[in-house]
Structures are given as structure tokens and as C-alpha cells.
């Protein structure tokens, strides 16, 4: 099979796939090496295809939806359930940021869109020797959720305010998150 012939069965196994697909598998599937895929991904990015890269592999960027960015704060003990909030109505964590007063805005990519994804998130942060990014901003962090209406933004919302999870925000918080929550 060709360079170009595989970029395009690639694209084709992306678009298709409902989770990310790692760089070895796709390697092991066409048969080259992981260090390939990744050149025909860089590829791929370069000739305008919208392909992200997670920490679990690649998948294609979503089309345009509702976004919003809501202002949370709880304990460790309440991630799991603060996530599942969100996602049992249908909403994708795309983020997590806090806005430190010293070292400004810090973000992380989450990509959590299911009970699955929220069980794994859990389980790596347990297993691992780091805290939640909430921790260093006395457990306030910031979520942009992305769902596929505004009513469905509104209504996780309402849930993350009846579960005691919204947080009011201050003067100095950034432009980004106007209209939160």
C-alpha cells in the first residue's frame, strides 16, 4: 500500500471510529511503524484534515457544536460525580483550567464524553503519584463543556447548580469565562 493510499484509509478509520485510535494500532492495521503513522498524521494535518491527538490516540475533531465554560469547585471526592453530571446529559469535557493569580491561566485537555472515560480518568489519577489541577487553586477550576444545543448547555448547567458544584466568579477572572455557568 502507498503513502497516500494508507493516509486515506486512515482518515477513512478515524472518521468512522467512535473512540481514538492509537498510532499502533493503525501501525499494526496497515503495517508500518508507529513513527510512520505519526508523519502521515502530521501529513494529513498539514493538507487541512482536522485530526486531534489525545493522550489515548487520534480522532477527528468534532464538528462546530455549543460550547460553554462553567466555574466548579468541589473536593477530590467529588470529580467522578461532577463529571458524570456533565456527561449523563449528553455534554463532552473538553478542558480543565484554573486561573492562578501568579502562573496565569493553566489548561489541560480532558476529552471525557462518557461514564467510561470518566471511570479511566479516576482510576489514572488514583493509580498516579499527581493531584487534580483544582488543587492548586483551593479546588476552583473551570470545564469548557461542549454539547449539541444550547438548551442541553443550559440544562448541565441547572444539574452542576443543584448538585452545589457552580461557583460565582470574581473580578479577576478571565474574559474567556463570561457567562459561565
Known amino acids: 500500500m502507498k503513502g497516500e493510499e494508507r493516509r486515506q484509509e486512515i482518515l477513512k478509520r478515524l472518521s468512522q471510529a467512535e473512540t481514538p485510535v492509537s498510532a499502533a ?5 496497515y503495517g508500518v511503524s508507529r513513527q510512520i503513522i505519526v508523519q502521515d498524521i ?3 494535518r498539514a493538507q487541512g484534515a482536522a485530526i486531534v491527538s489525545l493522550s489515548r490516540g487520534y480522532r477527528m475533531e468534532e464538528p ?8 466548579v469547585v468541589h473536593t477530590d471526592e467529588d470529580v467522578e460525580r461532577e463529571l458524570n453530571a456533565i ?4 455534554g463532552i469535557v473538553e478542558d480543565v483550567f484554573v486561573s492562578h493569580r501568579i502562573y ?16 479511566r480518568f479516576v482510576e489514572g489519577i488514583a493509580a498516579g503519584k499527581s493531584s487534580l489541577l483544582k488543587n492548586v487553586t483551593s479546588n476552583y477550576h473551570y470545564h469548557t463543556v461542549r454539547a449539541d444545543s444550547q438548551e442541553l448547555l443550559d440544562l448541565i448547567g441547572h444539574r452542576l447548580e443543584e448538585e452545589g458544584f457552580l461557583a460565582p466568579l470574581q ?3 478571565p474574559v474567556e469565562c463570561s457567562g459561565c455557568g
Request: proline fraction near 3%; glycine fraction near 8%.
Open 25 to 29: 494500532v493503525l501501525a499494526a492495521a
Open 42 to 44: 502530521a501529513l494529513l
Open 64 to 71: 462546530a457544536a455549543c460550547r460553554r465554560v462553567y466555574k
Open 87 to 90: 456527561v449523563d446529559l449528553g
Open 104 to 119: 496565569g491561566t493553566i489548561r489541560a485537555p480532558m476529552g471525557i464524553r462518557s461514564r467510561m472515560d470518566v471511570k
Open 171 to 173: 473580578d479577576y477572572e
